[in-house]
């Protein structure tokens, strides 16, 4: 696959570095890459990034290369995939199963499985996903099988051009229909795991709609500005209304109502939108509820 511009007028001017970086929106460690492996070519002709384009002058970009993963296993897995191209893939992640293999969770995670997926279609590339999702939070995650891919949809999240929407069942009522949480998150000093809210934390923005309301909890819906970790979960907890289940960031006093109602944080990564890198146009993608929210939510109904 191959990334293309014809140099205009006004790009007559620059280095091919320049239009790389500038026009095509390559970051700078793969046009180092890109260098190094002679897939960097003007009007067919491979050139150097120093070089000066001309009007007319046809920039082709190569993309593609194999790449492993040797620290991934590969496993055989019924992967709900949601969506499918040759630049990236997008999975529906059940609850309780990990992205990306830890020391702890070498075996039986995404990776492992969609490592194992593309094996058996020949793609070797590298895993990599967008954005992650906690063990037991479900829904869409979604991987680039190009670094210019990552790096593209990356931007696009800096710039707030990349919207990630989540449902969560959280203790408590609201008087109001919607707001935002803006406070600043950072790591707990001493835990590895652990963030909290801090005036010297990372900004962190969390807009909320209020869906449905119950006798003492309520249906959310979120969508993230920023991407911290844990930052949902944290934020609940800091305005006093923590995640159902979330055993992590649950307050005293929220023990549940109707007993053991589900096994994990009652969240879930519900749609996804972002233009594509390489076609610009738009890409939307939904999942469904799962089966143990839906059935939180049927008792809670009733």
Request: aromatic share 0%; proline share 16%.
């Given at each position: 696959m191959k990334l293309s511009m014809t140099v205009t007028g006004d790009d007559s001017t620059k280095t091919v570095k320049q239009l790389l970086k500038g026009k095509l929106h390559l970051s700078e460690r793969?046009?180092?890459k890109l260098k190094m492996s002679g897939r960097i070519l003007l009007n067919s002709v491979p050139v150097h990034i120093n070089a000066k384009a001309s009007q007319g002058d046809v920039l082709e970009v190569l993309l593609g290369s194999e790449e492993q993963n040797d620290d991934i296993v590969p496993e055989n897995m019924d992967l709900d995939i949601i969506y499918e191209d040759d630049w990236l893939i997008a999975i529906n992640k059940p609850p309780h199963m990990v992205v990306h293999p830890t020391f702890r969770h070498f075996t039986g995670t995404v990776a492992n499985g969609l490592k194992h997926y593309l094996l058996c279609k020949g793609v070797k590339t590298l895993i990599r996903p967008v954005s992650r999702l906690d063990k037991d939070t479900s829904g869409i995650i979604v991987f680039a099988l190009d670094p210019f891919i990552q790096h593209s949809l990356i931007r696009q999240m800096s710039s707030n051009l990349y919207t990630k929407e989540y449902i969560g069942i959280v203790h408590g009522r609201f008087t109001e229909p919607c707001g935002k949480i803006q406070l600043p998150i950072e790591r707990v000093p001493g835990s590895i795991m652990l963030r909290h809210t801090s005036p010297g934390g990372?900004?962190?923005v969390t807009h909320y709609e209020v869906m449905e309301q119950f006798d003492a909890y309520s249906l959310l819906k979120f969508r993230l500005e920023t991407g911290r970790t844990h930052q949902i979960r944290v934020h609940c907890q800091a305005v006093g209304h923590p995640l159902l289940g979330d055993t992590l960031y649950g307050l005293p006093g929220f023990e549940d109502t109707h007993g053991d109602l589900i096994?994990?944080?009652a969240l879930h990564s519900l749609r996804t939108v972002f233009n594509?890198?390489?076609?610009?146009?738009?890409?939307?993608?939904e999942s469904s509820i799962p089966d143990d929210i839906s059935n939180v939510l049927e008792i809670l109904r009733k």
């Open positions: 793969l046009v180092k990372a900004p962190s096994s994990r944080q594509h890198p390489v076609s610009g146009l738009p890409v939307v993608l």
